[in-house]
Antibody
């Protein structure tokens, strides 16, 4: 069974940094593109970043380009989102999600990131 | 970027109703469209991909149609478990975008 478990969320001040991790199990992690998707409180879903299975291609939503970095460790079945220069508007639940084709067929339970002074 | 819109934003319905949600793209996404269901406090759940393919394990009362810029999600007979928010998502480009959501309530 596919499992995705996010960790690393928390409260951070504006301008600060946070690193989210997603532990994957139940499938061949190194074969799949992976994503981060976020949802601000009471709002809809927003795609954040996508990373190819071999980490040779990555794509970001414009609002995080240059501040966030998506990476992976295929030996450890782990997806990472390094978030720098955080803004109040980055406050959200962050989900790790697996691509199948390009739809997102499995999601983690989410990690809350709160940016506030 | 491709912009997605959904209508209606909220839909009031009853058990047994046939429900249709529309999703429109600002430019053609071919058939690269998915539908998700989300319940409060939970992660989204994939229902339909490639516009009309039912995800494994999803009840057959859910169906999707459309191509290009206009798509629909239909629930043939609404069940109590279906009260939730529904999102469309295009993946015609690497810059994936979601629609704003349609909340289905009583």
């Amino acid at each position: 069974e596919v499992h995705l478990v996010e960790s690393g969320g928390g409260l951070v001040q504006p301008g600060g940094s946070l690193r989210l991790s997603c532990a994957a199990s139940g499938f061949t992690f190194s074969s799949y593109w992976m994503n981060w998707v976020r949802q601000a409180p009471g709002r809809g879903l927003e795609w954040v970043a996508t990373l190819k299975h071999d980490a040779t291609e990555q794509y970001y939503v414009d609002s995080v380009e240059g501040r966030f970095t998506i990476s992976r460790d295929n030996a450890k079945n782990s997806l990472i989102l390094q978030m720098n220069s955080l803004r109040v508007e980055d406050t959200a639940v962050y989900y790790c999600a697996r691509n199948r084709g390009a739809a997102l067929d499995h999601w983690g339970q989410g990690a809350l990131v709160a940016v506030s002074s | 970027d491709i912009q997605m819109t959904q209508s209606p934003s909220t839909l009031s319905a009853s058990v047994g109703d046939r429900v249709t949600i529309t999703c429109r793209a600002s430019q053609s996404v071919n058939s690269w469209l998915a539908w998700y269901q989300q319940k409060p406090g939970k992660a989204p759940n994939l229902l339909i991909y490639d516009a009309s393919t039912l995800e494994s394990g999803v009840p057959s009362r859910f169906s999707g149609s459309g191509s290009g810029t206009e798509f629909t999600l239909t629930i043939s007979s609404l069940q109590p478990d279906d009260f939730a928010t529904y999102y469309c998502q295009q993946y015609n480009t690497y810059q994936v975008t979601f629609g704003p959501g349609t909340k289905v309530d009583i």
